[in-house]
């Protein structure tokens, strides 16, 4: 049975921003963004990801936040809500989703704090080698799973313990901490790498090199897949966060602002790594070991590595706890929304579930890769895709215009909404019927490619 309760709200439009972009602001743009730019051969995987940004992620906020405030629910009843056919079905079954992308995301996250300490330990004159956390590519190395998984309990901890401060004294005031640090840790490390000899070379791969070759179909929609990953869309994180914008929130500049910040964080970390990999002569393609195994040379390698090192995977740590943060609240938030459970009961139970959940990804490469790409790249697309529809589609237009237009004249509850109110723009109804025809096709098709590359194996991925 459904519990009808008040609704907390973020306390100002500053922190719901910090918080928006704190949610997408995590491995996506520090590990995955880099990567994918040395995968795909730096500026043009870079004018590509920022035009999907534009064309794609900020349309694709507005609709996710739309789907959320509009119904004041997460996925489990916002799509029933919006009145999408099968949407409670979805909506369920997007929380099994998260439930297993929260179990491989935050036995990263226990990675990434090892390393963190590992660091810490060095500055101390404390040797540990950060690699002996990661999991091998086959079989099970007891030690590695161990570390692991009491590294996670940890992050699992601190995300509960979030949890239970509720939206502004927990996640609102954390991301008004953690999000101006990060930045200020990146600066740091920008500083530091574009002065190592030979770090021109590197920042000139990532800015300036440009190639007519490089414009391929398969670093387009690369880019366009990483841009949904990045800011977190997916019919999950975004929404249930819509579902706690105020009703005079303007969505259409405050998704311009959260996907600036997302991008920002992203192409701060490029200018971070880039350098100091060409600077120690290394490859700037070495996918996604880039994170855990070149970059850990790099800071072996420099003065003050163990500083740097340390800053580096500690301003990771606590950009990526935030989305961590954002991913159990989508999951709380089904639980107490749609069922008679406490917001401290559920927040406990899925966290000891999540626990449990991590422990196989988290035995060797073939099982999480294959975890990673199911429930991570594969599912948030299909999760924006469903959302855009049910807003360009299931929702009455009328409805949908109001509350996309940046200031909505709404009722408290959606069975109330009025039709009186201040006329919606032209740019909105632009944006509306973008949404309904331009970004579902261009969904569509990413869907399509990661089905014929990474699913079937159909096509080549480059």
Known sequence: ?????????????????????????????????????????????????????LLVGVPGLMAEWTLGRLTRRGPVGAFERGRLPLGRQLGWFFFVVMIA???????????????????LGQGAGVNVDPAVVLPPEKGLVPGALLTGSLCTGLV????????????????????????????????????????????????????????????????????????VFSLSLGGTFMVVYGSYLRRETPLRADAVYTAVGDTLVGLLAG?????????????????????????????????????FGLLFFGGLFGVA???????????????????????????????????ILSLPPSMNMRVFLPWDLTFGSGMQTLGLLLSVLTVGWAI????????????????????????????VDRITRLIYWWLRYVVPALVAAVGLWWLLTRVFGLLPEA
């Open 1 to 53: 049975m459904t519990r009808q309760i008040g609704r907390e709200t973020f306390g100002s439009r500053i922190g719901a921003v910090l918080a928006m972009i704190g949610v997408a602001a995590g491995l996506g743009n520090i590990w995955r963004f880099p990567y994918m730019v040395g995968e795909f051969g730096g500026a043009a995987f870079v004018l590509f990801y920022l035009a999907a940004v």
């Open 101 to 119: 992308g929260l179990a491989y995301y935050t036995a990263v996250l226990g990675w990434v704090l090892f390393h963190a300490l590992s660091y």
């Open 396 to 423: 009455q237009r009328s409805r949908a215009l109001r509350e996309l237009s940046q200031a909505p004249d709404l009722g408290s509850t959606p069975a109330n909404f009025r039709e009186a109110g201040p006329p």
């Open 271 to 307: 200018l971070a790594i880039f350098p100091a990999v060409f600077a120690l002569g290394l490859r700037p393609n070495s996918g996604p070991g880039l994170l855990f195994e070149t970059l850990p040379g790099v800071f072996d390698a420099m003065p003050l590595g163990s500083l």
């Open 321 to 355: 706890y935030l989305s961590a943060v954002a991913g159990f609240e989508v999951v709380v938030a089904g639980l107490t929304d749609n069922t008679r459970l406490g917001r401290r009961r559920a927040i406990w139970l899925m966290a000891g579930l999540v626990w």
């Open 156 to 227: 699992i901890a601190g995300c509960a313990l979030m949890l239970t401060k509720g939206v502004r004294r927990g996640i609102e005031a954390a991301s008004r901490i953690i999000l101006p640090a990060l930045f200020a840790v990146l600066l740091v490390l920008i500083a530091r790498a574009v002065t190592l000899d030979g770090a021109y070379e590197g920042l000139a791969w990532y800015i300036l090199k440009f190639s007519p070759r490089d414009l391929t179909a398969s670093a387009a929609v690369t880019a366009l897949g990483q841009a």
